[in-house]
């Protein structure tokens, strides 16, 4: 997707937001996702059938809507560890299939209850997403301290999201630095 030649090179409207259009130059798109590891980690889900989970419980619309009207089935996305001692890049996982209603959001005993969601309206969604590589941890302050980061959202001050996309040059700069740290 082009980049709107109003708002500069590399930036396009999404629900009326100025983000970086991180689509590459195959179309794919990627993304950062945040988990808490003591609700899904990347070793839950390396242990998954297929290695394989929906990403439940998203409840920001900010985040749905990316999932719901950006995320593509072959989408690459990395897999963060948010809210523990050390939160980092845990992993690369795939989106598989394309976003559907959260069936957390219908059921009373799940944290994620909502009960203004009804199943003829969903308000929730989810992806399911794969795992393709578990990297060493990329530690939050790495990433911080790294000048060739500067202007990732994850990064960005008072981001909260869990879900955001990344842009191509961000992308590529972290998945070599996993590699060197995987090789060293």
């Keep these: 997707m082009r980049g709107d030649p109003a708002l500069g090179a590399g930036f396009r409207l999404a629900h009326g937001h100025r983000i970086p259009d991180a ?9 950062l996702m945040k988990s808490e590891p003591d ?18 419980g998203v409840r920001n619309y900010q ?18 560890h948010s809210s523990c001692p050390e939160p980092g890049i845990a992993g690369i996982v795939e989106v598989t299939k394309a976003a559907y209603p959260d069936a957390s959001q219908f059921d009373r005993k799940s944290p994620y209850y909502d009960a203004k969601s009804t199943k003829d309206a969903p308000r ?15 530690a939050l302050a790495t990433l911080r301290d790294d000048p060739a980061l500067d202007g990732m959202l994850l990064l960005k001050r008072g981001n ?15 998945t070599r630095l996993a590699a060197r740290t995987a090789r060293a």
Excluded: Q
């Design 23 to 31: 689509r590459g130059s195959h179309g794919m798109r990627h993304w």
């Design 63 to 80: 985040a749905r809507n990316y999932m719901r009207d950006d995320m593509r089935v072959g989408d690459l996305a990395f897999f963060y």
């Design 124 to 138: 929730w969604c989810n992806v399911e997403v794969t795992l393709r590589e578990k990297t060493p941890l990329i």
């Design 160 to 174: 909260r999201l869990s879900i955001t996309p990344v842009e191509p040059a961000h992308w590529r700069h972290i």
């Design 39 to 56: 609700e899904v980690s990347i070793d839950d889900l390396a242990r998954a059938p297929n290695k394989t989970i929906a990403w439940f």
